[in-house]
């Protein structure tokens, strides 16, 4: 039987994503053409309702109402492009920033009209998605659990791996790293990998600060015992080889 191919794309963060780099990925979604397709959270960045956010909750209002047109805008270029590869499952986990909306409606209940979640906002259960909140993650994709993120340390694949115990693919960090536990010779090893990101490196938050953010996004193909191998594909300067072909954004 043959394996199940995914894709995983992480934290294009709109209004702040780039646009260049998202092409060079919806390109190499279309030469792949994966059954599956998985959101890895941070879709939409939600500034307007950071904690460093100093606006009144009107302003806030305002200003997430246009991250939204943004952020569903961006969600339909992704999901013609779905289409077109023929991918037949969607999944949409969310993110830390997403759940900035869970936060700040708590905070805000008192003040807000019809105010709602984010997959009302971002019509995800018309737009065939299974949305998978923070406290629902990982979900299980062969032998591999795959969740937003837990952690965003200097070694987060490390961590992740050592306190899951267990094969993790994830994003929230915006870099790429991976590792391999230590383990006995009659065990299986276990990996961790992270898988990049699709956003802008400038964002206001970083200022000039150096990082080791990468964009890319991350390929994996699982059979239907749950074995899988997974790559990741890193776009650099607007370009990424991959199965002999060169995509450019």
């Known amino acids: ?19 260049r780099a998202i092409d060079v990925a919806m390109q190499i979604v279309l030469h792949y053409k994966p059954h599956t397709v998985v959101l890895l959270g941070d879709f939409i960045c939600c500034d307007a309702v ?27 270029y992704w999901d013609r492009v779905f289409k077109k590869a ?11 920033h997403e759940n900035r909306i869970t936060r700040w409606l708590v905070n805000n209940a008192f003040n807000l009209g019809d105010m ?11 737009r065939k998605y299974e949305y998978i909140p923070l406290g629902n993650q990982p979900v299980l994709l062969g032998k591999a659990d ?20 267990r094969n993790c693919i994830y994003g929230h960090t915006h870099d790429y790293q991976a590792y391999i536990s230590s383990h006995l010779p009659n065990d299986l090893p276990r990996i961790a990998m992270s898988c990049g990101c699709l956003c802008k490196f400038d964002q206001h938050y970083i200022g000039q600060r150096p990082t080791k953010w990468v964009h890319g996004c991350a390929i994996m193909e699982y059979l239907p015992d749950g074995f899988f191998t997974a790559v990741f ?7 990424c080889v991959f199965n002999s072909k060169t995509f450019k954004g």
């Open 1 to 19: 039987m043959k394996p199940t191919k995914v894709v995983f794309l992480a934290d294009p963060h709109y209004d702040q994503h780039d646009q």
């Open 50 to 76: 950071g904690s460093y956010s100093k606006a009144s909750w009107r302003e806030a209002d305002l200003k997430l109402e246009m991250e939204i047109q943004s952020a569903n805008k961006g969600l339909d």
């Open 86 to 96: 023929g991918v037949k499952r969607k999944i949409f986990l969310e993110g830390n």
């Open 116 to 126: 709602i979640r984010i997959e009302k906002l971002l019509e995800l259960k018309k």
């Open 146 to 165: 795959v969740m937003h993120g837990y952690y965003a340390n200097v070694y987060h694949s490390s961590k992740t791996v050592k306190e899951t115990g």
């Open 233 to 239: 594909l890193p776009i650099i300067g607007y370009r």
